[in-house]
């Protein structure tokens, strides 16, 4: 499967061990992974080489092109707030929304809050809840 992977690039980046397992998680039981630069140190920077608008456009060819959209949001920015809002509106595409319990309280209840059928919100203390709930839902 085709995974868009979502983490902030110009917010809160505290979460990026959990970013980097779940990107590790969905590659090891065979998911592409198109965004998985998100993880890398030098995310902003490899962003910021193209311009807003190539990373707009990449990223919207990304969001098409993916099956499923998997974000940790505990950092959350208005891109991923963007990113999610656009797959629930434009799809019938799941979205899975991670965040850390104790970043609940920093996170827009846009998000933490959602109903959306096709959207799943998992807050986690820990990592094995983070591949716990990644084999729940992608099975």
């Known amino acids: 499967m085709k995974v868009y992977f979502g983490f902030t690039v110009a917010?809160?980046?505290?979460?990026?061990?959990?970013?980097?397992?779940?990107?590790?998680?969905?590659?090891?039981?065979?998911?592409?992974?198109?965004?998985?630069?998100?993880?890398?140190?030098?995310?902003?920077?490899?962003?910021?080489?193209?311009?807003?608008?190539?990373?707009?456009?990449?990223?919207?060819?990304?969001?098409?092109a993916a099956d499923i959209f998997i974000a940790e949001v505990s950092g959350s920015s208005f891109g991923l707030g963007f990113e999610a809002g656009y797959v629930l509106g434009s799809s019938r595409r799941k979205v899975i929304l991670f965040h850390r319990v104790e970043a609940a309280d920093r996170i827009s209840l846009l998000i933490t809050g959602n109903t959306h059928s096709n959207c799943t919100v998992v807050a986690y203390r820990t990592l094995e809840e983070v591949e716990g709930a990644l084999g729940n839902l992608l099975g």
């Open 11 to 64: 917010g809160d980046r505290s979460s990026v061990v959990a970013a980097r397992r779940i990107v590790e998680w969905l590659e090891s039981h065979g998911h592409e992974v198109l965004t998985r630069h998100l993880v890398r140190e030098d995310a902003r920077e490899q962003d910021r080489a193209l311009g807003p608008r190539e990373v707009f456009e990449r990223d919207m060819q990304w969001l098409a």
